[in-house]
């Protein structure tokens, strides 16, 4: 779906955690490149591309990867993308999410132990699937660390806001020229409104809540939330109305 010039919100449907789940990766473009901002599950890579393709955007273009953060639907794809393109493109990322990316560290919220009752409640396909999964979580190399006011010089633009609490280098982005916001799992739009971050996937709540604030007075046209997908509806005001709730 076309945001605004140069902004495309990907829907990805997929399995995942015992059902089904819609998710909205960014394609951000002009003329010399494209960047992706997070990747899906495992295996959306030929989703990816035909969405790029769809969006008229040749893939070949695609020079790097923005992660939001650390969780599996957001960097389940990255490997391979980084594989298709023989280490070509650029994978950014907050430097307190980047261990867990790479490797280094196990993924906070899906390492077995802690999804045992989870894998114990699925069928036994789906649970063996899920199970190879959490026991070899997708990892790549982060080229380029990202931290709170940056600006990446390209698309006219991209503020980078270091919005923890969701995971501790969670971050979003805002993107100057379109007034468009990409806010990973700092929120998600549920019934036409924006809503806080989900109590039952954010570690800590209290700075995910705190985070909201670092979003206010901003100047914003639309929001993509990673689940919910895009509000264009009084965004502004409705973020407001979010922060000072």
């Not at 490149?33 to 990747?39: E, I």
């Not at 893939?59 to 992660?67: C, D, G, S, Y």
């Not at 994978?91 to 790479?102: C, G, K, M, N, R």
């Not at 604030?213 to 409705?238: M, R």
Request: with cysteine; glycine share 8%.
């Amino acid at each position: 779906m076309k945001v605004a010039t140069g902004v495309e919100m990907i829907t990805l449907e997929a399995e995942a955690f015992g059902g089904k789940i819609a998710i909205h990766p960014t394609l951000l473009w002009d003329e010399q490149m494209a960047v992706l901002v997070d990747t899906g599950m495992p295996g959306s890579w030929e989703l990816l591309r035909a969405a790029m393709i769809e969006a008229g955007v040749s893939p070949e273009k695609l020079k790097a990867v923005i992660i939001t953060h650390q969780d599996i639907d957001h960097i389940g794809s990255l490997p391979e993308i980084v594989q298709v393109y023989s280490g070509q493109i650029e994978v950014y990322a907050h430097e307190l999410d980047q261990p867990y990316i790479e490797g280094k560290l196990p993924l906070i919220k899906t390492n077995p132990e802690r999804m045992a009752a989870m894998l114990a409640s699925l069928p036994e396909e789906e649970r063996k699937k899920m199970q190879a999964i959490f026991e070899t979580p997708p990892m790549a190399k982060v080229d380029k660390i990202l931290a709170d006011g940056d600006v990446l010089p390209i698309f006219g633009g991209i503020r980078v806001i270091h919005t923890p609490g969701h995971t501790p280098g969670h971050i979003s982005l805002y993107v100057q020229n379109s007034k468009t916001l990409i806010a990973g799992d700092t929120m998600v739009y549920m019934g036409g409104m924006l809503r806080g971050p989900v109590p039952q996937t954010t570690l800590d709540m209290d700075t995910a809540l705190q985070s909201l604030k670092k979003l206010q007075n901003t100047e914003i046209q639309s929001v993509i939330c990673y689940h919910g997908g895009v509000c264009e509806d009084n965004a502004e005001e409705q973020l407001q109305t979010l922060t000072h709730s």
